[in-house]
Every structure is written in C-alpha cells, then in structure tokens.
C-alpha cells in the first residue's frame, strides 16, 4: 500500500491530529538541536500532506503553526540576533514559505482536495 492510499483511508481529522503532532515532534528536535542547525525544512512535510488531503483553510493553519513552533524553538533554543528586524525578517521568511507550499499546493493540478472528509 503507498503512502498516499494510507493516507486517503484516514479520516480528515486523523490526519489533521497527525499532521500536527508531527509539527509538533518537530519543532521539539529543533529546539533540542539548537539554533545552529536549521531544521525549517522539516516543517514542509506536515503542510504538504495537509494540504494535499485536507483543504486549503487547514493546511494555512498548519503553516501558521509550523511558523510559531519554529520561532518558538529558535527563541527557546536562546538564537542571539543582533537586531531584532533580523529576527522579525527570519519569522516572515520562514512563514512566508509554509504559506507558500500550503498555497500552492492546495491550487496544484491533482490535488485530492476533498478526496474524502470523513470526521
């Protein structure tokens, strides 16, 4: 069974659960990582399958809550920044790119946009 067959006999709520435990698993090994290793890249797949499988409203959530668990695992994780319009540019940047691949995703040809919404 693909992961995508997986996926599409979960119900809409199960994945969302899942998709933000995931977010949250992830932000934790950010901030255990510490802020000189990057891990924002990591945010991605949780979005991605998000928006894939779920709608576009939940996907942007899941981006919005990518972005605070990363700013929070960088603050947490004590990033020094020597002005804080770096750290405010490091938080737009970052958010602007979860609410890019929800966007974008959610509007990609082939999206199972409403596949199923079991709840």
């Not at 995931?22 to 090994?29: A, D, K, S, Y």
């Not at 020094?80 to 405010?88: I, K, M, Q, S």
């Not at 970052?94 to 199923?116: M, N, V």
């Given at each position: 069974?693909?992961?995508?067959?997986?996926?599409?006999?979960?119900?809409?709520?199960?994945?969302?659960?899942?998709?933000?435990?995931?977010?949250?698993?992830?932000?934790?090994?950010?901030?255990?990582?510490?802020?000189?290793?990057?891990?924002?890249?990591?945010?991605?797949?949780?979005?991605?399958?998000?928006?894939?499988?779920?709608?576009?409203k939940t996907a942007l959530?899941?981006?919005?809550?990518?972005?605070?668990?990363?700013?929070?695992?960088?603050?947490?994780s004590g990033h020094p920044?020597?002005?804080?319009?770096?750290?405010?540019?490091?938080?737009?940047?970052r958010l602007g790119f979860?609410?890019?691949?929800?966007?974008?995703?959610?509007?990609?040809?082939?999206?199972?946009?409403?596949?199923?919404?079991?709840?």
């Amino acid at each position: 069974m693909s992961l995508a067959n997986a996926f599409q006999r979960q119900s809409y709520n199960l994945i969302v659960f899942e998709m933000i435990v995931l977010v949250l698993v992830v932000g934790l090994v950010d901030f255990v990582t510490g802020y000189q290793v990057s891990f924002f890249m990591f945010y991605g797949p949780p979005i991605f399958f998000t928006a894939w499988f779920c709608d576009k409203k939940t996907a942007l959530l899941v981006a919005l809550l990518s972005g605070i668990t990363w700013w929070w695992a960088d603050f947490a994780s004590g990033h020094p920044y020597l002005h804080n319009w770096h750290e405010a540019w490091e938080v737009v940047m970052r958010l602007g790119f979860f609410i890019f691949i929800a966007i974008g995703l959610t509007g990609a040809p082939g999206h199972r946009r409403s596949a199923h919404r079991v709840t």
